[in-house]
Nanobody, 115 residues
Framework: QVQLVESGGGLVQSGGSLSLSCAASGSISSFNNLGWYRQAPQKQRELVAVILSGGTTRYAAPVKGRFTISRDNAKNTMYLQMNSLKPEDTAVYYC?????????WGQGTQVTVYS
């Protein structure tokens, strides 16, 4: 089974930027949906952004215009570019790959934004 490993999290000041990567151990081209989710302390996990196999992207309202999701099938990697970060973006960020009823999750990477 394909495994996902996130990287790129860290500590950043409000207004700053971070770039997350999610490397897959196998091909991601067969996955219809690739997405980023986040979970803040004592909150439910929520969808941040998703990119479909055809390249269509969708974003949650709080991040629209600030975050950009992308995928590179040749490198079996997906990305999340986060700009204009806010303290409320603080959370553990997880990447997800979904196809035909199967969902795979990464282990998560912590993003902390301080004011």
């Amino acid at each position: 089974q394909v495994q996902l490993v996130e990287s790129g999290g860290g500590l950043v000041q409000s207004g700053g930027s971070l770039s997350l990567s999610c490397a897959a151990s196998g091909s991601i081209s067969s996955f219809n949906n690739l997405g980023w989710y986040r979970q803040a302390p004592q909150k439910q996990r929520e969808l941040v952004a998703v990119i479909l196999s055809g390249g269509t992207t969708r974003y949650a309202a709080p991040v629209k215009g600030r975050f950009t999701i992308s995928r590179d099938n040749a490198k079996n990697t997906m990305y999340l570019q986060m700009n204009s970060l806010k303290p409320e973006d603080t959370a553990v960020y997880y990447c997800n790959a979904y196809a035909s009823g199967t969902a795979i999750w990464g282990q998560g990477t912590q993003v902390t934004v301080y004011s």
